[in-house]
């Protein structure tokens, strides 16, 4: 029996990580913590009988509360709340599968009390790597890639020196605007931006793919993951999703991952770990296939994904601010207060007014994002 807990259990990530407990008894929900779905997250606690349940609003835990009188999971709220299930003495894993910064200090708390954390929280290692990483190695901790691509990079090292990495080969679907031109994008609808042409994600990632942000985001936290410079990241966008990612080793070899795209292939992958188990769904079928294409991803159209590489070599606090200027920007655009094009207009004016803190703990990283988010506001939101 393995004991999880689960950050953003009635999100995409969290409710796919369930669908896995469900399909294997082995696995035990120790908790469980969600913004403010109080009616998923009965229905979750019915099922899976935490020992505790985290709302993120005081509001949503008193009606939770209300909901579950009948039954012994203590509900708690925000970030105590949080905080207080990420330590649980019964717990081995963590599964960070909340969005945003909020995601940090409950995953420093969790290495810190020695527990794995299965990451699927970008903004973790985008904004704090340089925290996280050092704190698992001292404690002995390991960092479990979630995200697709990550874990299929991951599997790709599997019995292989990291010394002997020469590239990372850090594929993308480019999206539903893949060959479009920066003028096709003008009129962009909410809806078309949701339409991603491979993948079922929530809104929010959904739109980062669209933008090209969310490839900027998973350079900035493969370079955290597997302790590589920059450059020796390369995006290759791949429309079929066939292959998650790959590397290039010294001697030319390259070993990628191939799968469908399905999230669950990844999150059981890291719950299990070092195992591999049985998993229903269709498989590749390469003569269906019948050929995979490769491409340069436009960065003079989609030039968030140019920003997340500034924004990496800048350094310091500056990954800060370009993802939260992301956070913020899309969901201005998921509002309809902003158009599509304004994303990474957005991203970039708040880069450029940023002073940079070289070297963040991580109330200075809060304090970036909150500072971020207060520009954008007088900015771009006021008379909206």
Same mark, same amino acid.
């Given at each position: 029996m ?17 669908e896995i407990?469900?399909e =294997? ?6 908790a469980?913590?969600? @913004?403010?779905?109080v009616?998923l997250m ?6 899976f009988r ?7 609003s005081e509001?949503a835990?008193?009606s ?5 009188a009948d039954l012994?999971t ?6 105590e ?5 990420s !330590?649980?003495e019964?717990?081995e894993?963590l599964?960070?599968?909340i969005v945003g910064?909020i ?7 969790a #290495?810190q009390?020695?527990k794995d954390i299965?990451?699927a929280?970008k903004e973790t290692l985008?904004?704090?790597g340089?925290?996280i990483?050092?704190?698992?190695k +001292? =404690?002995?901790?390991s960092?479990?890639?979630?995200d697709?691509? =990550? ?6 090292l ?8 020469e ?11 893949r @060959?479009r031109? +920066?003028?096709d994008?003008v009129?962009?609808t909410?809806e078309d ?7 079922t ?8 793919s669209?933008?090209?942000?969310n490839?900027g985001?998973?350079v900035m ?8 410079? *920059? ?11 066939i ?6 080793y ?6 990628a991952?191939?799968g469908?795209? /399905?999230?669950? *292939?990844?999150i ?8 591999? *188990? ?6 590749? /079928? *390469?003569f269906?296939l019948?050929s995979?294409?490769?491409? +340069?991803? /436009?960065?003079e159209?989609?030039? @968030?994904l140019?920003?997340?590489y500034?924004a ?11 993802n939260?200027?992301n ?5 201005l655009?998921?509002?309809r207060? #902003?158009s599509?094009?304004q994303?990474?207009?957005v991203i ?8 940079? !803190?070289?070297?963040?703990?991580v /109330? ?7 500072e971020?988010?207060?520009?954008? @506001?007088k900015?771009?939101?006021?008379g909206?």
């Open positions: 393995k004991n999880i807990v689960i950050l953003g259990s009635t999100g995409s990530i969290g409710t796919q990580t369930l407990v469900r =294997h008894p082995e696995l035990n929900v120790l469980l913590a969600a @913004g403010n779905n009616d009965e229905k979750q606690i019915r099922e935490p020992k505790k349940a985290v709302m993120w509001e835990a008193k939770l509360k209300t909901k579950i012994e203590e509900v708690l709220s925000g970030m709340g949080m905080l207080d299930i !330590i649980m019964e717990a894993v599964v960070t599968a910064m995601g940090i200090r409950p995953t420093v708390a #290495i009390a020695g299965a990451l929280n985008v904004t704090a340089h925290i990483m050092p704190l698992a +001292k =404690h002995g901790v960092i479990l890639p979630v697709s691509e =990550h874990s299929a990079i991951f599997q790709s599997q019995g292989n020196p990291g010394n002997r990495l590239k990372i080969l850090l594929t993308a679907s480019g999206g539903p605007f @060959g031109k +920066k003028e994008l009129n962009i909410l931006a949701l339409k991603h042409p491979n993948w994600m929530g809104r929010k990632i959904t739109i980062d669209a933008t090209l942000v490839k985001l998973e936290e493969a370079k955290w993951l597997f302790d590589v410079d *920059l450059d020796r990241i390369q995006v290759v966008v791949h429309p079929q999703s292959i998650h990612s790959a590397v290039q010294v001697d030319g070899s390259v070993i991952q191939l469908m795209p /399905d999230m669950k *292939l990844p059981q992958y890291a719950l299990f770990y070092p195992d591999r *188990l049985p998993m229903d769904g269709k498989r590749v /079928d *390469l269906e019948g995979m294409t490769f491409e +340069k991803p /436009d960065t159209t989609f030039t @968030g140019a920003l997340a500034r990496a070599k800048e350094g310091g606090s500056m990954p800060t601010v370009y939260a200027a956070e913020k920007a899309v969901s655009f998921l509002n207060q #902003i599509f094009l994303i990474p207009e970039e004016s708040c880069m450029d007014v940023h002073k940079k !803190i070289e070297n963040p703990n /109330d200075e990283i809060l304090f970036a994002e909150a971020t988010y207060n520009y954008i @506001g900015k771009f939101v006021k909206v």
